[in-house]
């Protein structure tokens, strides 16, 4: 299941077949570890560009920094600050000669620090374990 929209399907119950809020769009929510944060795998750090765009809005995208990623989230800059629970699809791009994939993601927190933005998102459906590892392919490759 690639496609952004069988993947919204597969996690939302909209209220009627004409209506999608983006309050109906789950994300799992974990009980905080001895870390003291709510991981449910743990993140690896990272630095690649990828494009995001709010989720049933038109408009173009906007290119961000992912700094760490894990199978259910990013963490990530962008330019401007966006609120907790905003909808993102985000496209994350794939290993050389592999086509990328396109998330959808939920704000789960935010940030701003010297003049930065850092956001924390959680997948609607979380990454595979190869997937992953195909994007870590693709930082080292750059």
Do not use: W
């Not at 209220?15 to 983006?22: D, I, K, L, P, V």
């Not at 809005?57 to 800059?77: M, V, Y």
């Not at 998102?121 to 992953?132: D, K, T, V």
């Amino acid at each position: 299941m690639s496609d952004p929209l069988e993947l919204l399907t597969a996690r939302f119950t909209p209220r009627s077949e004409n209506t999608t809020r983006a309050t109906d769009i789950e994300t799992t929510s974990a009980p905080v570890n001895e870390n003291g944060d709510r991981r449910l795998s743990p993140r690896q750090s990272c630095q690649f560009l990828a494009t995001c765009r709010p989720f049933n809005k038109g408009g173009p995208g906007c290119q961000i920094l992912i700094e760490d990623i894990s199978l259910g989230g990013i963490g990530f800059l962008a330019d401007q600050g966006l609120r907790r629970g905003t909808i993102l699809y985000v496209e994350l791009p794939g290993a050389t000669g592999e086509e990328g994939s396109t998330k959808l993601v939920r704000v789960k927190h935010f940030r701003a620090e010297d003049g930065k933005h850092f956001h924390g998102g959680a997948f609607a459906q979380p990454l595979s374990a190869r997937g992953l590892d195909r994007l870590l392919e693709h930082e080292a490759e750059e």
